[in-house]
């Protein structure tokens, strides 16, 4: 949009269309983006800085715009998270829906040439969303208004901190059964599983109520169960069982 709208501008358009297809994300979650594009359409010699401090004024009541941080902190790809029009293994058949589907994902992500890059985007992913908490939680305090687009960005760390410590939980089971049983590697990794899962389940809970304020009931339970799928955890459950038995 940064570039696209100003170059436009440049060559005499004035009318744009700017659209999102949220594919089931909540529409508040879209806001900064819409009114962002919104912004340079209308004047395209604003700045984003200037921008996020006029947005976070008037839709969180805030006196700057730090809480811009938490929108850049929670963007990221998130392996088993994927946005729905990633479903697509190939990129050309949007009809085959398997690519939705953990064992689909995990055949994909397990490959020699993928998995690096998967654990890699996990471990941030699990840093960032921690650290966009800290920072919704301490603004949320001087916050007036905004209230529920704050909880969904709640909401959104706390899914990809769980969805990530289910992922590296995986990954790091497989490791432990490639490379032959450690002990004590096999004790810790066994231990945290309790905590893991909770945590998921937690996580899955809120995303489902906290969605459904808003939503499309069958849509809200279709996307909930897609996000957590629960064969996820069960995979899990197996490879816990499989390794200390």
């Known amino acids: ?10 060559e005499g358009h004035r009318e744009f269309i700017v659209t999102n297809w949220m594919k089931g994300s909540p529409h508040e979650n879209t806001h900064y983006g819409l009114a962002y594009a919104a912004d340079l359409c209308w004047n395209t010699a604003s700045s984003r800085a200037d921008f996020e401090r006029r947005y976070a004024g008037i839709t969180f009541g805030l006196p700057d715009g730090s809480i811009h941080e938490v929108y850049d902190l929670l963007s990221l790809p998130l392996p088993y998270a994927e946005p729905v029009q990633n479903h697509m293994p190939d990129r050309l058949n949007r009809f085959n829906l398997s690519g939705l589907r953990f064992p689909t994902k995990w055949k994909l992500y397990t490959t020699p040439e993928r998995e690096p890059k998967v ?28 209230k529920r687009q704050l909880d969904l960005l709640r909401m959104s760390a706390i899914c990809i901190q769980a969805k990530a410590r289910l992922g590296l939980a995986l990954h790091a089971g497989r490791r432990l059964e490639s490379e032959g049983k450690n002990p004590q590697a096999l004790a810790a990794w066994s231990a945290s599983q309790a905590s893991i899962v909770a945590r998921w389940r937690a996580a899955k809970r809120k995303h489902h109520d906290l969605l459904l304020v808003a939503g499309f009931a069958p849509c809200i339970e279709f996307l909930n169960e897609l996000m957590f799928e629960p064969a996820e955890v069960e995979f899990l459950r197996n490879m816990n069982e499989r390794l200390t038995g």
Request: aromatic share 0%; net charge neutral.
């Open 119 to 146: 654990i890699e985007q996990l471990e941030a992913g699990l840093a960032r969303a921690k650290k966009a908490e800290e920072l919704i939680n301490g603004l949320a305090a001087g916050a007036t208004r905004g």
């Open 1 to 10: 949009i940064e570039t696209l709208v100003p170059r436009m501008n440049g």
